[in-house]
């Protein structure tokens, strides 16, 4: 009995993704053969649920940075006076805050999975086809898969599959938020709650990153008081509008799209 019970569990194995009416598109239709069968999940509810998740993990690593290793993380190799620690040393050399990133990370980038083939499907709505279809659909599961390497393996243990995740990870989420950007402003949405601010977060991230790249080369120079607080404060304002611009596209303009599970 247990045994039968057990298979019949397993057999809820993904076994069609298609399109589900309503509201013109209503996302992915997932068939799990579970007695899930008939409900329906606001997208946009489970969008925000991974976007907290990573959310909850930059904070709570670094605030155990900052409680209980506030002076080794802010003095770095030059020994001089700092507010703040970057945040890749956070997640990278201290324990258990690596373990809890990864962890975190992790189970979001498999419920972002979900994100891809969402904005793939709409495109298609919008009769985006050939290779812009594609391409996007690829610099997005690509940017999942760079911050998935990037997450995984510190620049102390693995040095190349960091630097080749870190280097993935923001070539493509740099023309995801370019070419998305321009999508939105154009009326390339699902509900359509879109606003002209979203054309801002692009030139935040570039400039923020720029200004992470100059300070860290300002500090590594010449060891400068402060300047290492700069890198760390740029270095968040890069991951939360990151965060946040990921948080308009998938939390707030997929409200009222549904996952129906049939």
């Avoid at 969402?118 to 391409?135: D, H, I, P, S």
Wanted: glycine share 6%; hydrophobic share 50%; aromatic share 18%.
């Amino acid at each position: 009995m247990a045994k039968q019970w057990y298979q019949r569990r397993v057999r809820g194995v993904l076994s069609r993704v298609q399109t589900s009416a309503g509201n013109g598109f209503s996302g992915v239709l997932l068939a799990f053969n579970m007695n899930l069968e008939g409900k329906l999940l606001p997208y946009h509810a489970l969008a925000s649920w991974y976007i907290h998740i990573v959310s909850l993990a930059a904070v709570l690593c670094y605030g155990i940075t900052m409680y209980y290793e506030f002076e080794d993380s802010t003095a770095t190799v030059c020994h001089v006076w700092n507010l703040l620690p970057s945040f890749s040393s956070t997640v990278g050399n201290y324990t258990p805050q690596r373990y809890i990133w990864r962890l975190l990370v992790g189970i979001s980038c498999v419920m972002r999975s979900l994100s891809v083939w969402m904005f793939y499907k709409n495109l298609q709505r919008f009769q985006k086809q050939g290779a812009l279809l594609y391409a996007f659909s690829c610099l997005r599961s690509l940017e999942i898969f760079g911050l998935f390497l990037l997450t995984m393996f510190a620049s102390t243990e693995v040095f190349s599959l960091h630097a080749f995740g870190f280097s993935l990870f923001f070539l493509c989420s740099t023309v995801n938020i370019f070419a998305v950007s321009r999508l939105l402003h154009n009326g390339v949405t699902g509900s359509g709650l879109i606003n002209r601010q979203t054309v801002y977060f692009p030139l935040i991230y570039i400039v923020t990153f720029f200004g992470c790249f100059v300070s860290y080369i300002v500090h590594d120079w010449y060891c400068i008081s402060g300047v290492y607080t700069i890198f760390g404060a740029l270095e968040l304002i890069m991951i939360f509008s990151n965060i946040l611009f990921w948080t308009h596209c998938d939390a707030l303009d997929w409200r009222g799209y549904t996952i129906s599970i049939e």
